[in-house]
């Protein structure tokens, strides 16, 4: 059953839908969990994907704030919130639990 639908909705569904809905979810299965590639991809052209290099701003941010962390608790994450999200739980006194 897709992940995230009551399994009440899903069969309420014709069979054709609920067998598309299952058949897709085999095929994003199959892709890597990284970088989203699915090894058919691989044997059918051992080019299929080239590497492309990008600058992300958020990226560059969540490291940035693990290197300050180092002392996290086991199981503690680094998010990014937008802007006034996170000056609201600061504000109440919930932001920066390390």
């Known amino acids: 059953m897709p992940i995230g639908l009551p399994h ?3 069969l309420s569904w014709s069979v054709e839908d609920q ?3 299952l058949a897709y979810q085999r095929e994003m299965a199959k892709a890597c ?10 044997d059918a ?3 299929a994907y080239l590497g492309d290099i990008y600058h992300c701003e ?5 490291a940035q704030e693990e290197k300050n962390a180092e002392d996290l608790a086991p199981g503690a994450h680094i998010r ?4 006034r999200m996170a000056l609201e739980r600061i504000e109440r006194g919930q932001g920066g639990d390390r």
């Not at 990014?80 to 802007?83: A, D, F, S, T, V």
């Open 58 to 62: 958020g990226c560059a941010r969540l």
């Open 8 to 10: 009440s909705t899903f």
């Open 19 to 21: 067998d598309k809905a």
């Open 80 to 83: 990014l919130l937008p802007e």
């Open 45 to 47: 052209n051992p080019n």
């Open 33 to 42: 969990v990284r970088c989203g590639t699915r090894q058919d991809e691989w």
